[in-house]
C-alpha cells in the first residue's frame, strides 16, 4: 500500500498563507517513512490531505495507486490504520472494547465478533503491551497508555497500512522504543507505515526514507544520510547541530549545539 501526493496545497479557509505548498512524496510499499519538521510546519495536515480528510486547494493525493478522493470510507477504514495525534475518549469503555472498535469496518452492521476478530484484538493488546489493561476504563488511562491502546486500535484493524501522527507522545523511555521497534517490524513484515514524529533521531534510526517539511514545503527528502545533513537540518529547526554516527546504531544522530540560534 503506498501513499503518494503530487503539488500539494492546502490553505486553511481565508488564511493568507498556505499551510503547504507544492508538496510531492512518495511512500513505497512495506516502508517506515517519517515526516519530521519544526512545529507548525504542516506535518499533520499533510496526514489529513493523504487521508482525505481535508480537500486540498490543489494537487492530488493517492492511496495504493487510487486518488484518494475516489475511496469509500469504509473501504479506506479497511486498508490504512489511522492515529490522529490527539483523542479523548467521550464516554466510558473498557480497553478491550476500544481496542475491538477497530474490527468494525470488517464486520457491517449485522455480523457480530467472531474468533477471527477476537484473536486480532487479543493480538493487537499483546503487541502494544496493554493486555494487562483490557478490563480498565478508558477514561482512567494515563496519556501514555491511553496512546498505546489507541495504536492497539489501528492494529486489531489489520490493515495494509498505518498512518500515525506523533504515536510516542506521552510515552515513557520502554513504551516510546517499544512503539519504535514495533513500528519498524511491522513495516519488514510488510505494512506500510507513515509516521509523523518530532523525535528525529529515532526517526533515522528506525526509518527506510525521511520528509522533511519546512514551512509547508518539503526541504529535504530520501534516504537517512540524504536527509541527516547539518545545513540542512540547522536551516529548517533554527538551530546549530552536529549530525554524527551513532557507535552503538551506525545511525546519524543529530546533537544541538550549546551556541544559539542559526542565523
Request: aromatic share 4%.
Amino acid at each position: 500500500m503506498n501513499f503518494r501526493a503530487r503539488d500539494l496545497v492546502v490553505r486553511y479557509g481565508r488564511a493568507r498563507g498556505r499551510a503547504l505548498q507544492g508538496v510531492d512524496m512518495d511512500v513505497p510499499d512495506g516502508a517506515l517513512y517519517a515526516v519530521l519538521g519544526p512545529n507548525g510546519s504542516g506535518k499533520s495536515t499533510l496526514m489529513r490531505a493523504l487521508l482525505g480528510v481535508i480537500r486540498p486547494e490543489a494537487g492530488t493525493t493517492q492511496i495504493g495507486g487510487k486518488e484518494t478522493r475516489d475511496w469509500t470510507r469504509r473501504e479506506l477504514a479497511r486498508a490504512v490504520g489511522a492515529v490522529p495525534q490527539a483523542e479523548f475518549p467521550a464516554f466510558p469503555i473498557s480497553v478491550r472494547d476500544f481496542v475491538a472498535m477497530g474490527r468494525y469496518p470488517h464486520l457491517g452492521p449485522l455480523r457480530r465478533e467472531g474468533e477471527t476478530d477476537r484473536h486480532a484484538v487479543r493480538e493487537a493488546l499483546a503487541r502494544c503491551d496493554v493486555a494487562d489493561l483490557a478490563a480498565r476504563d478508558v477514561t482512567t488511562l494515563s496519556g501514555g497508555e491511553l496512546q498505546r491502546v489507541r495504536i492497539a486500535r489501528a492494529l486489531a484493524q489489520e490493515p495494509s497500512a498505518l498512518v500515525l501522527d506523533e504515536p510516542t507522545t506521552s510515552l515513557d523511555v520502554r513504551h516510546e522504543m517499544s512503539i519504535f521497534r514495533l513500528l519498524r517490524e511491522s513495516a519488514d513484515g510488510g505494512m506500510t507505515v507513515l509516521l509523523i514524529t518530532h523525535h528525529i533521531n529515532l526517526a533515522a534510526r528506525f526509518a527506510d526514507r525521511l520528509l522533511l517539511l519546512h514551512e509547508g514545503s518539503v526541504a529535504a527528502e530520501g534516504e537517512v544520510g540524504e536527509v541527516f545533513q547539518e545545513e540542512i537540518l540547522e536551516r529548517v529547526y533554527g538551530w546549530p547541530l552536529a549530525v554524527r554516527d551513532d557507535l552503538l546504531t551506525g545511525a546519524p544522530q543529530a546533537t544541538p549545539l550549546a551556541g544559539g540560534p542559526a542565523s
